[in-house]
């Protein structure tokens, strides 16, 4: 209901409370006379409040309705209910219908008609490849779960599918292969539906482990960035583009280093995409001297994170002499500093002088967290100080940096002169780039959004659950990530949609609110939407549409997204 004014004939206006409904004979919207209030300037002169009290009043009544509207609808689903035949229960089958907004996605992708025309190459694949790949990444989104888990839950949703166990397996070999012109008709795709933007490219890497010892040409032992160190894993790089959104990556065996991983991607991301000026994102992890090298001797450019406490004496100096900085109230201030970074070939053994800018910047809130972090080594070094013994049973890290120790062994104590030097820097943060043309403060908002690959990673690993790995055999590796990637272009680019219509909401909160949505089947065509809150209605009115309504048809719910 709402509050209207209707101006008349005669020029008076007159306030009334109204109902809007649909007409069921002609479909169009139209509403009824709740309530004649009256003419509003006579209730002015009586009342020069009363638009706010009506105001109120109707969202009183509106409230009302809906709480009796939800009575009628639990009534209406009692009388419904009838227990399943043969099933020896009550109970009535719970469906997922919060699936449809990623069909939404795909669609809208138009990747049934991709995998459509792929599987005709494939006469012998006997199962539904658009079907089974859209069941697969779904599944990996709201239930991530085995292969024989999401075998066992295939009709969570609305659809009903009917794959066999085994298929969940054998489509894996098959979406290894799609791999590369997947990549290429996604990017086609997202350039047609985005603003994309590859001028500029975010790069990480990360690892995925297997509940596994057992090394092969894919699988090995590495540095695990998920404290794996008994499990094989592999390592993968992934490539985002300005939205956050995938654009490509590519998977290597288990014990290949971050550096090693860089060349190749860019050589296989330049020959695909046709670019030849892009400008690489990514943090100190990967800014090493050979890295910048080939980055520029492929005609790209970089914004790197730059590490101050690793750097010269000189430099050093320069970020802690206050002149030149550029201050933005009392927490923040930047400054540019020139740099040329001497690098000598691996291959022709020849220096190679890069021209840069060191662009350093302080912020009260990164300074008191340094403090903070400072505060827990001290208290860990402190810890060891006093008891000898545990030193040598932890790990060369944390506390241990601030500890100096004898050739005895037996003598420890705390540095505290290297603590003091390094407060000095505490507040500061670096970024090394080649693009000398661009302003610092485009490169600073550049390499801010480097956290949207960082959590892209965390969305996989977590959300996804992309490991631990309970696949094999490379083919299947390789497919078991192809359906991870395409299931975070889904999530992306629901979120970039979500955005874009002034939505702001977390992939955490999509995800919950998507799994969430779930109705009960009570007969042959009549649902009742349970209850999950207003976050997944949010986004259908941010993405126009249609709401869901409880109780409802089933076969209406499936057509109407």
């Known amino acids: 209901m709402n509050l209207y004014i209707q101006k008349a004939s005669n020029g008076y206006q007159y306030v009334k409370i109204i109902q809007g409904y649909r007409d069921p004979k002609t479909k169009k919207p139209t509403y009824k006379v709740i309530e004649k209030v009256g003419r509003l300037d006579k209730l002015l002169a ?7 009290k009506l105001t109120v009043r109707v969202e009183e009544m509106n409230a009302q309705e809906e709480l009796l509207e939800r009575q009628n609808a ?33 669609d809208e992708l138009n990747l049934d008609s991709f995998f459509c025309y792929r599987q005709k190459k494939w006469p012998k694949l006997e199962l539904n490849l658009r079907d089974m790949t859209f069941l697969q990444c779904v599944s990996r989104i709201i239930t991530p779960c085995s292969k024989l888990a999401t075998y066992k839950k295939q009709n969570q949703f609305l659809e009903h599918y009917d794959f066999k166990e085994q298929n969940f397996y054998r489509v894996l070999p098959y979406l290894a292969t799609l791999k590369e012109p997947l990549e290429k008709y996604l990017h086609k795709k997202i350039c047609e539906q985005t603003d994309r933007d590859m001028a500029v490219v975010f790069y990480d890497v990360t690892t995925y482990y297997f509940e596994s010892v057992t090394e092969d040409a894919l699988k090995g032992f590495g540095f ?32 290949t280093s971050d550096f090693s991983t860089l ?11 046709g670019v030849n000026k892009v400008i690489i994102t990514a943090d100190r992890g990967l800014n090493s001297k050979s890295n910048l090298l080939e980055i520029k001797k492929m005609g790209f450019g970089y914004i790197m994170a730059y590490k101050i406490r690793s750097s010269s004496a000189e430099m050093k100096g320069k970020v802690l002499d206050p002149e030149g900085y550029t201050t933005f109230g009392e927490n923040y201030k930047y400054k540019v500093l020139p ?34 972090d400072r505060e827990r080594l001290i208290e860990k070094a402190e810890r060891l100080v006093s008891r000898p013994s545990n030193y040598k049973s932890e790990m060369k890290k944390g506390g241990k940096k601030y500890i100096d120790i004898n050739l005895n062994g037996k003598d420890i104590q705390i540095n505290w002169e290297k603590i003091k030097k390094e ?48 696949v094999w055999t490379k083919a299947n590796i390789e497919g078991h990530f192809v359906m991870c990637y395409l299931a975070l272009v889904l999530q992306r680019m629901l979120e970039y949609k979500l955005d874009r219509a002034n939505l702001k909401i977390t992939t955490d909160e ?19 939407r349970l209850e999950d809150g207003d976050t997944f209605d949010k986004m259908l009115e941010a993405l126009k549409l249609p709401q869901i309504p409880s109780p409802g048809k089933v076969n209406r719910l499936k057509k109407q997204m």
Do not use: C
């Not at 592999?234 to 990556?249: A, Q, R, T």
């Not at 809130?365 to 403090?371: A, F, G, M, N, V």
């Open 339 to 372: 740099y040329e970074n001497i690098i000598k070939d691996k291959e022709t053994k020849e220096p190679h002088r890069l021209k840069e800018h060191i662009i350093v910047s302080f912020s009260s809130s990164r300074y008191i967290k340094d403090q903070k």
């Open 224 to 255: 695990s960035k998920d404290n794996k160190v008994n499990l094989v894993q592999v390592v993968m790089g992934l490539l985002i583009d300005n939205n956050g959104i995938p654009v490509g990556y590519d998977l290597f065996p288990g014990n």
């Open 263 to 273: 060349k190749p991607i860019l050589s296989t991301f330049k020959k695909k995409y």
């Open 74 to 106: 639990k009534e209406k689903i009692e009388k419904l209910l009838k227990p399943i035949p043969d099933s020896g229960n009550k109970k009535y089958p719970s469906r997922n219908f919060g699936y449809l907004l990623y069909k939404n996605v795909w």
């Open 510 to 528: 999509i995800i919950a609110a998507v799994t969430a949505a779930n109705i009960t089947i009570v007969d042959d065509d009549n649902y009742m």
């Open 46 to 52: 009586e009342d020069p409040n009363i638009i706010e």
């Open 423 to 470: 407060q000095l820097l505490d507040g500061y943060y670096a970024i090394e780039t080649s693009e000398l043309e661009l302003p610092a403060e485009e490169i600073i908002n550049i390499y801010r959004k480097l956290w949207k690959i960082e959590e892209s990673f965390r969305v996989m690993k977590t959300q996804l659950q992309a490991r631990p790995i309970y």
